[in-house]
């Protein structure tokens, strides 16, 4: 009797320390200070360029931004989207590539490789958009500026932490860091695409005149020789006074302003009385409108 007591009481412990070993263990894999604040950050960093990306798609005005401020200044501008989606939206893309990694470097410290890539990348990204809003648009965005010194204190604190390798990984993360920036560059000078770059001066005084001038050009986005009148004014093709005439997809009804125009081909234009179909040149429609065109 006395022995199975021995016995039970050792087993006891034994299992005691067991579950200590446990514990202690699972105390050891708590994320320490340093790893929370760099979530912290990415975490903010979501929120604010989740409502950035809110405002750019909806339209809506920046909250705590009054009418004609640097808000709107950056917002409208070329820079403000990047393959048709807004630049906010490639940001919140970012920190949440970033969230991830550091929430998964817990059990993987390997992962701290690619947060240096990511971090110094969206650094470099960030520091080039700051430079072109105060060099070329002459204003700045306090939400842009936040998310620029979010992004610059994540960077700083992962190379504090100095994980693995860290000295050669952010030499290659400085390399491809600068690639990034210098195709970004390019793109926005319309070298790969016209439409990106800036505006040139005679087209963009004809979009302006189209739209004083009060005339339509009814399209519909499934359209290619919409697509294509679009690309003929290149980075003012925005300024078209475009409608949209589709309600849905092909063969889906007219939207009620074409439908009041009796709209039945695309692209159409109404210029007064005169209604123009089909693919039309600046040269066209300057004439039409009584707009100098220039060759």
Known sequence: MGKRSRRQHSESSESSLDHSSLNSARGDKAMPALEMVLLGLA???MLLTCYL???AWFEAHPAFCSEGSGCDLVQASRWATFLGMPMAFWGLLTYVILAHLIWRAQRKPGTWTLIVFVAVCG???SAYLTVVSVVEIEATCPYCLASFGIITGIMILTLV???PNWSTSLKEALVIAAL???????HYSGVFDAAAGPEDPQLQALAI???NTGAKFYGA???PRCQEQKAIFEA???????VECSSGGRGSALTKACAAEKVKSYPTWTIGDRRLTGLQTPRSLAAATGFDWKD
């Open 236 to 242: 003012s093709a925005k300024r078209l006074p475009y």
């Open 161 to 163: 932490r100095q994980p």
């Open 53 to 55: 990306t809110y405002v």
């Open 43 to 45: 975490g903010i960093g």
């Open 209 to 211: 005149h189209l739209t």
């Open 180 to 186: 990034l920036v210098g195709g970004l560059h390019l």
């Open 221 to 223: 986005y499934w359209c």
């Open 123 to 125: 650094f470099a990204i």
